[in-house]
C-alpha cells in the first residue's frame, strides 16, 4: 500500500501545484468537523447556561460561515481532483501505449492479448479510482484524525498525552496482516486477468471455435477461469477485512479507552460538562475517520496490485533495442548479408544454424524450405524483429544491431503470411505505406497489387471502410490490399512471407507478374513453399533445419538434383484449370508414390483419370483419427495439419503437410482406421482418389491388380516395421 502511495506521489509530481490545493480545498471540511465541538463547548457551557443570547447568535452565525466554506471547499475540491487524476491517468496510459510500442515482437509473442488489456484496463481502473475517491478520503481522514488530536491537546492535554503514547501500538496487528491481503489481492488481480485474456481469445478464434465445435470446451474452459476468479476474490476478501478488521478494532480500542479516560476526569471535576460533551463529539468524529480510513484500504490494495501489474510491464526491456549513438542506415545498395548467423527464440532451441547468406540488391531472392525450416525467422532476423545469438546480419556492411530502427523501417515493406487492415477506409489502410502518398499513386498501388478491379465495384470504392468491408473480404482480398501498401511504399527492400501462398493460382500468377516488372529495382525477398513462384529469382535459398541447405539459380539448384530437386519433383506433376478450381495429376507424378511406383505407365495413365478434385476451405476437418478411411488425398496447393491425440486425450500436433504431399493411402490398401486428424491449414485444393473407384480400376485390369497387390504387402510391411509416426509420405 505505501507501494502505491508512493508511486501516487511520483505521478503527482508533476502537479504538485494543483495537488496542494487538493489538500487545501479539505480544510474548511476539516475545520468544520473538527471545530464544531469545540464552538459546541463555547455554546453550551459560555452562552447558554450563561444565558448570553448575543454570544449564542454570534456562534451559531459562526456554524453557519463554516458550513459554506465546508460546501466550497467540498466543490473545488472534486473539479480539482477530477482535472489532475484525468492528467495522471492520461500521463500512465500514454507511458503504458508508447513502451508497449517499443516492446519486441518476442515479448508479444509470449503475451496473450487480454492479459495486456486488463492492464489497460481492469488495473488502471482501479489505479483511477484510488486516485479520484480513495486518496481524498484517506487525506480528509488524516486531516481529520490529527486536526481533532491537536484539539484535545487544547481542550484535555493530559488525555491526548496518553493518546499520543498510545497511537504507535495501532499499526503493529494490521501492518502483520498486510503481506497477506497484498498477495490475496494480487492473485485476485491475476485471476482477472485471465478472464479477460480468455473472452478476448475466445472471440479472436471465433472462426476455429466454430469450425472444430469447440464451445462447450471454451465454454467450460472459461467457467474454469471464473471460478478461480471467485476463489480468488473471495480470498481477497476475506484477507482485506481481516485488516480492515484490525485496523477499526485497534482504533476503537484506543478510543474507548480515551473515552474512559474522559469520563473520570468529568466524574472527579476536572472536566465541565461542555468539554465532556466536546470531548465526546470530538473522539466520535475521530472514530468515524479512522473506520472510514479502513473503508479504503481494499481499494488501495486493489490498486496497489494494479500498480504492480502495470510496473511489471513498464519493468519489461525490448529485447531489440535501439543502442546509444545508433546511425542511420543509408540506402541499400550492395547487398544483405548473414555472417555466421545462430538464432534462437528465449529460453528456446537454436532454430538458425551457423547462416552465411547473401542477398544482392535489386536481385529477387527466393527463400524455399520445408515447414519449420526457419523462412520466417530469417525474415524476422532481416527485418530486426529479433538480433541473432551469434553473428550479424549487415546492410552494405552497417551491422543491423548498431543501426537505428526507424532508418531501417524506412526502406522495407513487408507483407506477412496474415495481413491485417486497421480500422480506417481501404484507401487509408494502403496509403499506411507512404502516408504521403496521394490518390493516384494509392491507385496504382492497388492496380500493381491486383485489387484495383475489385476496390473500384465496391459501392463506397477506395472509401468503404476496412473494418466493415473487412469481414466481407476473402483471405485473397485482403492480402492484396496489404500488398498495395507495401508496393506504395516503394522500400528499398521488399520482404513477403508467403504473401500470395492463399491465394488461388490465377490471381498469384497476376502478382508474381507485378513483382517480376519490380525486377532490378527492389530488393525482393520473398519465402515461399511454393516453388512454381520461385523459379524465376536471382538467387533461390534452399532452407532445411535451420540451416542454408543449398542455394544457385533453379537450372543449377535441379542440377544439383539435392533437396531443392526432390522438392520441385514433389510439387511438379499437376495440371491446374485457368479457374483453378480443377486439378489433374500426370501419370509421371503418380509413379512417385510408393505405392503405384511399380505401375506401368499405361495403367499409371488410367488411374491418373481416376483422381477427382477436391477444394477445402480453411478449417475443415479432412477427417478424424479413428474414423474409418476409403480415399487418398493429394495436396495440389495449400496446407494442412496433421494432429493426434494425445495419453490424456489433448490434440498434439504432428506436422503439417503441402503442396505435393500425400496421405491416406493406407484406405486404399484395406479399411482402417485414421491414425490421425488431418485439417486444411489454409484454403485447400486437393486431389482424391476414392477406394470404390479405385478397386472399379483393379475389377477391369487384372494385371494391375497384381502389381498392385504386391506392392501393397511391401507397404504395408514397410508401415509395420515403421514404429513411430513418419512424417512425408504419412501412413495415415
Ligand atoms: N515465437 C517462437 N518461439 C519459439 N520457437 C519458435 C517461435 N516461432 C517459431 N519457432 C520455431 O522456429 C522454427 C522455425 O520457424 P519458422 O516460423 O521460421 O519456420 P518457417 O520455415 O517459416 O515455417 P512455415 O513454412 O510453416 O511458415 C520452428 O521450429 C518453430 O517451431
Ligand atoms: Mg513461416
Redesign the pocket.
Known amino acids: 500500500m505505501l507501494d502505491f502511495l508512493k508511486a501516487a506521489a511520483s505521478y503527482l509530481r508533476p502537479y504538485w501545484r494543483q495537488a496542494f490545493l487538493i489538500v487545501l480545498s479539505q480544510a474548511p471540511a476539516t475545520a468544520f468537523i473538527t471545530l464544531q465541538p469545540l464552538l459546541l463547548r463555547a455554546l453550551l457551557d459560555d452562552a447558554i447556561l450563561p444565558n448570553d443570547a448575543t454570544l449564542a447568535a454570534l456562534l451559531i452565525a459562526a456554524m453557519v460561515g463554516l458550513l459554506l466554506l465546508h460546501a466550497l471547499g467540498d466543490l473545488a475540491n472534486h473539479y480539482l481532483v477530477a482535472r489532475v487524476v484525468a492528467s495522471v491517468m492520461s500521463d500512465l496510459r500514454l507511458r503504458i501505449f508508447t513502451h508497449l510500442q517499443r516492446l519486441s515482437v ?1 515479448f508479444y ?1 509470449r503475451s496473450r492479448a487480454g492479459d495486456l488489456l486488463a492492464r489497460f484496463t481492469t488495473d488502471l481502473e482501479g489505479i483511477e479510482r484510488a486516485l479520484a475517491d480513495e486518496v481524498p478520503q484517506a487525506i480528509y481522514c488524516i486531516l481529520t484524525v490529527l486536526a481533532g488530536a491537536a484539539l484535545l491537546v487544547v481542550i484535555e492535554w493530559r488525555l491526548a498525552l496518553v493518546l499520543l503514547v498510545l497511537l504507535p501500538a495501532l499499526p503493529i496487528l494490521p501492518r502483520r496482516l498486510a503481506p497477506r491481503a497484498a498477495a490475496a489481492s494480487d492473485e485476485r488481480q491475476h485471476a482477472a486477468a485471465r478472464v479477460l485474456a480468455s473472452m478476448h481469445e475466445n472471440i479472436a478464434a471465433q472462426l476455429v471455435v466454430r469450425a472444430f465445435g469447440l464451445q462447450g470446451l471454451m465454454r467450460s474452459r472459461f467457467a474454469q477461469d471464473l471460478a478461480g476468479m471467485s476463489r480468488a476474490t473471495g480470498q481477497a476478501g476475506l484477507q482485506s477485512g481481516l485488516l480492515t478488521a484490525s485496523m477499526t478494532a485497534s482504533g476503537y480500542a484506543l478510543l474507548a479507552f480515551a473515552m474512559g479516560s474522559a469520563t473520570v476526569l468529568a466524574l472527579r471535576g476536572a472536566l465541565t460538562v461542555g468539554s465532556v460533551i466536546a470531548v465526546f463529539e470530538l473522539l466520535w468524529f475521530m472514530i468515524s475517520a479512522v473506520q472510514q480510513l479502513s473503508s479504503v484500504v481494499e481499494p488501495f490494495q486493489r490498486a496497489a496490485s494494479g500498480l504492480r501489474r502495470v510496473q511489471q510491464l513498464l519493468d519489461q526491456k525490448p529485447e531489440v533495442a535501439e543502442r546509444p549513438g545508433a546511425v542511420a542506415l543509408p540506402p541499400l545498395s550492395g547487398a544483405i548479408r548473414f555472417a555466421s548467423v545462430d538464432f534462437a ?1 528465449p529460453g ?1 532451441e537454436t ?1 538458425l544454424k551457423n547462416v552465411d547468406l547473401t542477398l544482392p540488391a535489386r536481385r529477387t531472392v527466393a527463400i524455399v ?1 520445408q ?7 530469417l525474415l524476422a532476423l532481416l527485418l530486426r524483429f529479433h538480433d541473432p545469438t551469434r553473428g550479424t546480419v549487415t546492410f552494405d556492411g552497417h551491422d543491423l544491431a548498431q543501426a537505428s530502427l526507424a532508418s531501417l523501417a524506412l526502406q522495407v515493406g513487408a507483407v506477412f503470411q496474415e495481413s491485417f487492415l486497421f480500422d480506417a477506409s481501404i484507401a487509408e489502410n494502403i496509403r499506411l505505406g507512404r502516408p504521403e502518398a496521394g490518390d493516384a499513386e494509392v491507385e496504382a498501388a492497388a492496380r500493381g497489387a491486383g485489387i484495383h478491379e475489385f476496390l473500384s465495384g465496391l459501392p463506397l470504392g477506395y472509401r468503404a471502410p476496412a473494418g466493415e468491408a473487412g469481414a466481407r473480404l476473402s483471405g485473397g482480398q485482403r492480402q492484396r490490399i496489404a500488398l498495395a501498401r507495401a508496393l506504395l511504399r516503394r522500400p528499398a527492400v521488399l520482404v513477403l512471407d ?1 504473401a500470395t501462398s492463399a491465394l488461388d493460382s490465377e490471381t498469384e500468377a497476376g502478382i508474381v507478374a507485378t513483382l517480376k516488372d519490380l525486377h532490378g529495382q527492389q530488393t525482393i525477398v520473398s ?1 515461399t ?1 511454393r516453388l512454381a513462384t520461385a523459379r524465376d529469382a536471382d538467387l533461390i535459398v534452399v ?1 532445411s533445419e535451420g540451416r542454408v541447405a543449398e542455394q544457385g539459380t533453379h537450372e543449377s539448384l535441379l542440377a544439383a538434383k539435392g533437396v531443392y530437386a526432390r522438392l520441385w519433383s514433389q510439387q511438379s506433376g499437376f495440371v491446374i484449370s485457368a479457374s483453378g478450381h480443377h486439378a489433374a495429376i500426370e501419370p509421371r507424378r503418380l509413379a512417385a508414390i510408393p505405392l503405384f511406383s511399380l505401375l506401368a505407365p499405361d495403367l499409371l495413365a488410367r488411374l491418373a483419370a481416376c483422381f477427382t478434385t477436391m477444394e477445402v476451405p480453411t478449417g475443415r476437418t479432412l477427417f478424424e483419427e479413428d474414423e474409418r478411411g476409403d480415399m487418398l488425398y493429394v495436396i495440389v496447393r495449400g496446407r494442412v495439419g496433421v494432429a493426434r491425440r494425445g495419453p490424456a486425450g489433448a490434440e498434439l500436433h504432428v506436422s ?1 503437410l503441402e503442396d505435393g504431399d500425400f496421405f491416406g493411402e493406407i484406405a486404399l490398401l484395406e479399411e482402417v482406421r485414421r491414425t490421425a486428424t488431418v485439417r486444411a491449414l489454409t484454403p485447400c485444393l486437393l486431389l482424391v482418389l476414392d477406394r470404390g473407384e479405385f478397386r472399379d480400376l483393379l475389377a477391369q485390369a487384372p494385371e494391375l491388380r497384381k502389381v498392385f497387390e504386391g506392392a501393397a504387402q511391401a507397404r504395408l510391411t514397410a508401415l509395420c516395421d515403421e514404429s513411430a509416426f513418419l512424417p512425408g509420405p504419412l501412413p495415415l
Not at 515447414?371 to 525467422?377: A, H, L, N, Q, R
Open positions: 518476442s509473442a527464440f528456446g532454430v524450405g515447414s519449420g525450416s526457419g523462412k520466417s525467422t508467403e519465402v513453399h532452407m503439417v
